[in-house]
């Protein structure tokens, strides 16, 4: 970590825990050099970071002073969307709104990826020339799906430390979370079929729900608790569900991560239905808390759960690679693995299964972790003063979004439109419900180094707001 960084996050813990209190003065610059040893240069930094964060200001000529703490906003309602079937169509949408957020001189609240600046590049990179340049072309074959056995037996050990003992056999390699999702729902469900989905959700999940040709029931979710087992239960008896799509941790958007208690029981539920839940799982490795709270499949003693997980959030994003642990339905889902797509890029899987093996990956984690908390407590800083009074907002467990309830007067179609002519990407509400619900709400991204500049997006996106509402 950064030196500014460490000596800012060590000042935000003394503000956090109390030891410095709002209205007290900072040691000046010259002072902290001199007994800590560090450059002016690198006190300036970790200051601005701290103002960045709202945890204290400069006053002229005077120095820094800690602010005063704001109180918690509210956090958004329970959704509550309609009971009935749908068919969905938000490609459109979907793909405007991302559209806005590949221009890099745009600042990226709107954006779906975490800072390329907080992975081990140069660590992938010579893993990846090694595999590259040791593989043994016969290997090709045997790696057909379900894929690399090196690879499978590392993830089938990460497993091991959440207490679940998934063989090798049960693990398909795949080209990112978003194969495994859409392979487990075409290895499921046939055209016209109804499938059980979170409101708000991941857009991913309705663009496959849209391309398969699928209905779709939006179950209420809470923000903190997230799906709501009564109105599952509810739309049980009412639909014929061939699947369920769920994230049960650092649900997309919200953030919402269900107690184990909660996960149990959808399991039981589902289990004693015969309904598949397909668990999109992509931000597990993002959770904040130690230890972490373990997935749905964890309680899954019949096979009924297809535990879909990814390496782009967290290690690798661009190298595509995710898998899934498919219980029963493991050779239908490796069929449709060979029919899609015939097997996974090879030096990709080795280069990964060196970096779980040799690489440091515990370590990379629990840093990707401590700067992702650091900036999300920043971004919901910025949130609390410059956005205006009314808003809810959810703090999620990790994770790297923000999920705001905006004025019911809002319109986050339109806040997206003027917030890219002001060069800031948002992703309105809309994107994450088959109807089109959540028009009111943004998702803002912290998986940025929060600097003034976010600090300054957020100011002009509270303008906009003030203007629309
Ligand atoms: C909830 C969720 N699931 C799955 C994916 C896809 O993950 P991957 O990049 O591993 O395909 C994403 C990516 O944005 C996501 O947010």
């Given at each position: 970590m950064k030196l500014y960084l460490a000596v800012a996050q060590e000042l935000g813990a003394m503000i956090r825990g109390g030891t410095l209190r709002s209205g007290e003065k900072l040691p000046s610059i010259r002072e902290f050099c001199r007994t800590r040893g560090v450059s002016p240069a690198t006190v300036l930094h970790a200051y601005d970071t701290l103002a960045a964060e709202g945890l204290i200001e400069s006053s002229p000529r005077s120095g820094y002073y800690v602010l005063e703490k704001r109180k918690a906003a509210a956090v958004p309602r329970t959704s509550t969307p309609s009971a009935n079937s749908t068919r969905v169509l938000v490609s459109d949408l979907v793909f405007d709104t991302l559209e806005a957020?590949?221009?890099?001189?745009?600042?990226?609240?709107?954006?779906a990826f975490p800072s390329?600046?907080?992975?081990?590049w140069t660590r992938l990179a010579r893993y990846l020339g090694g595999s590259a340049r040791h593989m043994?072309?016969?290997s090709t074959v045997a790696s057909l799906?379900?894929?690399d056995l090196e690879l499978r037996r590392q993830i089938a050990r990460r497993y091991l430390r959440l207490g679940m003992t998934i063989g090798v056999e049960q693990i398909i390699i795949t080209a990112g979370a978003l194969e495994a999702l859409n392979l487990s729902l075409q290895a499921i469900t046939r055209p016209g079929d109804t499938i059980a989905i979170e409101s708000?959700?991941?857009y991913g999940c309705l663009q496959a729900a849209e391309r398969l040709g699928l209905h779709v029931v939006e179950i209420p979710t809470h923000?903190?608790?997230?799906?709501d087992l009564t109105g599952l239960s509810r739309a049980i008896a009412k639909h014929p569900i061939r699947a369920c799509w769920f994230?049960?941790?650092?649900?997309?958007?919200?953030g919402a991560t269900a107690p184990p208690e909660k996960k149990r029981d959808l399991v039981r539920l589902l289990t004693g239905h015969g309904i598949p839940l397909i668990e999109d799982?992509?931000?597990?490795?993002?959770?904040?808390?130690?230890?972490p709270s373990p997935p749905a499949?964890?309680?899954?003693?019949?096979?009924?759960v297809l535990h879909c997980g990814s390496f782009?959030?967290?290690?690798?994003?661009?190298?595509r690679l995710g898998w899934l642990?498919?219980?029963?339905?493991t050779q239908e889902v490796a069929r449709q693995k060979i029919e899609s797509?015939?097997?996974?890029s090879l030096p990709i899987q080795q280069c990964i299964a060196q970096m779980l093996h040799h690489g440091g990956y515990e370590a990379h984690l629990v840093r990707l972790r401590e700067v992702l908390a650091s900036q999300q407590a920043a971004a919901l800083n910025s949130v609390q003063r410059h956005f205006p009074a009314g808003f809810r907002v959810a703090q999620p467990l990790g994770g790297y979004f923000l999920w705001i309830e905006c004025?019911?007067?809002?319109?986050a179609l339109e806040v997206h439109r003027l917030a890219v002519e002001s060069g800031i990407s948002v992703a309105p509400?809309?994107?994450?419900s088959a109807r089109r619900q959540f028009g009111n709400f943004l998702r803002l991204n912290c998986?940025?180094?929060?600097t003034t500049s976010m600090d300054r997006a957020v100011q002009r996106l509270g303008e906009i707001l003030r203007r629309g509402s």
């Open positions: 957020t590949r221009d890099r001189e745009v600042v990226p609240l709107g954006s390329p600046t907080l992975f081990p043994n072309p016969w799906p379900p894929g708000p959700t991941f923000p903190h608790e997230g799906v994230m049960t941790t650092l649900h997309h958007p919200t799982d992509a931000y597990a490795e993002l959770q904040y808390s130690s230890p499949k964890a309680f899954d003693d019949k096979g009924w782009s959030k967290c290690l690798a994003p661009g190298y642990a498919a219980g029963r339905f797509s015939l097997a996974t004025a019911a007067s809002v319109d509400g809309p994107m994450f998986g940025h180094p929060w």
